[in-house]
């Protein structure tokens, strides 16, 4: 039974045009699978890597490279991704304590999801946003100078 819906395979599809051979679609296809079931199964990457013209082996080794995706499903994504940056702007102005605190609050651990499935608790090395630290990722949208006193705040947004 296929776990990619027809509408996935149609949007990897539609990147074939935009790319120079469908090898390099590997890597949008993924985040299209990612962002869908909050993880690629091994199935997934079968059919992806049939879709590209691939072994399952090379969409895997590309996937394998970047540790942002999740394999399994009982490691899959919440809802929202939030990423605490860890960079050195930010442990200066409080970022390992940022991750403590939220880790706290959420009740989870990096690397892990609330127990309501809806948040992710992620770290980065960096994210780039130096100018504003500490600073985060919801999905993909910047949120700098997250002081103690916002937390709650961000919590409860990233809540509803």
């Known amino acids: 039974m296929a776990v990619l819906s027809e509408e996935i395979k149609q949007k990897i599809r539609d990147h074939f045009p935009r790319y120079p051979n469908k090898q390099a679609v590997t890597l949008p296809a993924l985040h299209l699978v990612h962002d869908t079931h909050r993880y690629v199964s091994l199935e997934a990457i079968r059919e992806i890597a049939e879709l590209l013209e691939l072994s399952p082996a090379e969409v895997h080794d590309t996937m394998s490279f970047y540790h942002f995706f999740r394999e399994k499903e009982e490691n899959r994504l919440g809802r929202t991704r939030l990423w605490v940056c860890r960079g050195l702007a930010c442990m200066l102005r409080g970022g390992e304590e940022l991750l403590t605190d939220l880790g ?13 499935d809806k948040i992710s ?7 780039g946003a130096c100018e504003g630290a500490p600073c985060v990722l919801i999905n993909d949208e910047y949120r700098l100078d997250v002081t103690p006193d916002k937390q709650d705040g961000l919590i409860a947004e990233l809540r509803q």
């Open 104 to 116: 706290k609050k959420l009740d989870t651990v990096p690397g892990s999801r609330t127990k309501d």
């Open 121 to 127: 608790l992620e770290f980065a090395e960096c994210i």
